[in-house]
């Protein structure tokens, strides 16, 4: 294979699923969740402007998921390169960026968010195919630093690592000042009616301990939204056509 062909096949499950424009909902879903590990919140906090611009950290991290998952090899064997020397740089008391666990957690969030956002809005993902898309992201998790024998080897084993994830992570005020930045940004007013449909899929597509632990309000009006949102866009965006429902390949 050629450094000019792609890590994944243009068929590849992976593919598939990520380029779904839908999946965007779910991006403060898994920010939440990687800062409330208590050693990515102090990571984050310790050596970005995280405050200042909240949502860059998470472009940045979807876009080098993008260009792995469909650049070419040189494209993403570089763009593992930079993340890696990027997160050389990111010490402190407890934590290193590169440590193959809290890298792990951070692609998990986004692995999860991924499955369970598509099962929301587009439908589930037959147990053939969650199981094919979790072993190509094994590849991804691979590149970006997570050695194979160091990740849960399918998906049943890793849907249990993020369960057991979530029971025992203890949310710490320095993440909760971070969410509060990611969840009230700083946007011209005009965008507020719409950023805040966006803060209530994203307190509502939380796992229940992390959004409690939060102290994000949740209550039976809300969940029932949610739940109708959800049954109204498996009905519609199924139905569209592909060029309106994927992101387009310029935006990779």
């Known amino acids: 294979m050629s450094a000019r062909d792609g890590v994944f096949p243009a068929d590849a499950m992976v593919r ?15 920010l939440l969740m990687q800062l409330a590990h208590p050693m990515v919140a102090r990571g984050v906090a310790e050596h970005s402007g995280f405050e200042a611009d909240p949502w860059s950290r ?25 993340v890696h020397a990027v997160h050389q740089r990111v010490t ?14 951070v692609h998990a969030t986004l692995v999860d968010t991924a499955l369970r956002v598509h099962t929301r809005f587009l ?8 199981a094919r898309y979790y072993r190509e992201s094994m590849i991804v998790a691979e590149m970006l630093g997570v050695p194979t024998d160091e990740q849960p080897p399918d998906i049943v084993a890793f849907r249990a690592y993020v369960r057991e994830m979530v ?3 203890e949310v710490s005020p320095e993440a909760r000042q971070l969410a509060a930045a990611v969840l009230h940004p700083r946007l011209p007013w005009m965008t507020e009616p719409v950023f805040e449909l966006g803060r209530q899929l994203t307190v509502g597509l939380l796992p229940r301990p992390l959004r409690e632990q939060y102290g994000f309000r ?5 969940k029932a939204a949610l739940l109708a949102a959800g049954l109204a866009s498996r009905q519609v965006l199924p139905r569209l056509p592909t ?4 992101v387009p390949a310029g935006a990779l």
Do not use: H
């Open 243 to 246: 060029v309106l429902r994927k």
């Open 167 to 169: 029971a025992s992570l």
């Open 92 to 105: 402190g008391d407890g934590y290193e960026a590169n440590d193959p666990a809290l890298l792990m957690w």
């Open 58 to 82: 998470l472009v940045r991290t979807l876009q080098a998921g993008y260009t792995i998952v469909f650049g070419t090899r040189e494209e993403a064997e570089q763009t593992a390169a930079v």
């Open 123 to 130: 439908g589930p993902l037959s147990r053939r195919d969650a």
């Open 218 to 222: 949740w209550d039976r009006n809300r």
């Open 16 to 30: 598939r699923v990520d380029k779904e424009a839908v999946l965007v909902l779910g991006g403060g879903r898994a």
